[in-house]
């Protein structure tokens, strides 16, 4: 056996390096950012997630002095750059801006995803609300929401509605809008979003759920009519245009949200200064900004964004089930 004095010098020296340990951690969460952070998100670089990505950077740079630079990480419906954070150093600096479809539509469209978005991510806080918007060309027949059902149901199939994909949020908005409304309208999926508007611009396609904040422009322009959107209550940024609610189908509503999440593990200091500038941001400037585009605003706790997961991920799998949509 061990002298009791060789026992206690341990004992000792375990303890003053758990010390030492405690106190680097300390003061790393406290120095903290101390380098440049990587914001990520899964999409091009043209898409709103990079500008979102870059607004949430400046917030950290005003609020904390900190650099930042956006990657964009584009595949498999956000999944890769997803993918990328959860593997990553859970140290404060790599974030990722996180959509409904990277963190609630997703885990029931692939089967095989790297990544567990309930176990691999530490929530931060949910950024805004996306409503779609129902739009046709300016040159439609179709000015309201039930003219467009009276002529989808006197010819069944006739009609189409184009999409970014196949289980995309922009596909399942009009699965549900086709559950409610009674109506067989065809599907037409597309690559990109931007390739769905093109054609509905040149009359290709009759109609689509677009995001609002993406489209605004051209509703502004004149180039494209908007039906109604898709949120409980009418936007701001549009708010002469009806809700799918308020158009013959109460309780009607296909929202998806865009959000900020770090790798799980981060230590709690850091993920709370985060939140606690990002949604002092949404309730100021960064919120009014929002507002502008066509989305709300949404700041909310770390436990607000995974009851957020929780519930929405359980309304997207009933659609995703009933259409019978999943990809590799």
């Known amino acids: 056996m061990k002298p009791i004095s060789l026992i206690i010098q341990a004992l000792a020296t375990g303890a003053a390096v758990a010390a030492m340990l405690a106190a680097g951690t300390t003061h790393a969460q406290d120095a903290w950012p101390a380098k440049p952070i990587r914001i990520i998100h899964g999409f091009s670089p043209g898409a709103a997630t990079h500008a979102v990505s870059q607004d949430v950077g400046e917030v950290l740079k005003a609020a904390y002095g900190a650099q930042y630079f956006v990657e964009a990480k584009p595949g498999a419906g956000g999944n890769i750059g997803t993918d990328v954070v959860a593997k990553a150093a859970p140290d404060g600096y790599t974030l990722l801006l996180g959509t409904a479809g990277s963190h609630a539509i997703n885990p029931s469209l692939y089967p095989n995803l790297p990544f567990n978005v309930m176990r691999d991510f530490e929530p931060i806080t949910l950024l805004a609300d996306l409503p779609n918007v129902l739009i046709v060309p300016k040159n439609s027949p179709y000015n309201t929401v039930q003219e467009l059902v009276v002529a989808a149901k006197a010819r069944p199939g006739s009609l189409n509605y184009g999409s970014s994909g196949n289980g995309t949020s922009m596909h399942l908005a009009g699965e549900q809008f086709k559950a409610a409304a009674g109506v067989d309208i065809l599907h037409v999926p597309f690559k990109e979003s931007a390739h769905a508007l093109t054609a509905l611009i040149g009359g290709q396609i009759q109609a689509t759920f677009h995001q609002l904040a993406a489209v605004l422009p051209q509703i502004k322009a004149g180039n ?89 991920g359980a309304q997207w799998k009933a659609v995703i089930d009933r259409v019978g949509a999943k990809l590799d």
């Open 224 to 312: 494209v009519k908007a039906l109604a959107v898709t949120s409980r209550q009418r936007v701001a940024a549009l708010s002469d245009v009806p809700t799918v609610a308020e158009s013959g189908y109460p309780g009607f509503e296909s929202i998806t949200w865009y959000a900020l999440y770090t790798p799980a593990k981060t230590p709690k200091p850091i993920v709370d200064k985060i939140n606690s500038a990002v949604t002092a941001a949404l309730r100021g400037e960064l919120g009014k900004k929002i507002l502008a585009n066509g989305s709300v605003p949404r700041p909310s706790t770390p436990a607000e964004l995974t009851a957020a997961m929780v519930k929405d």
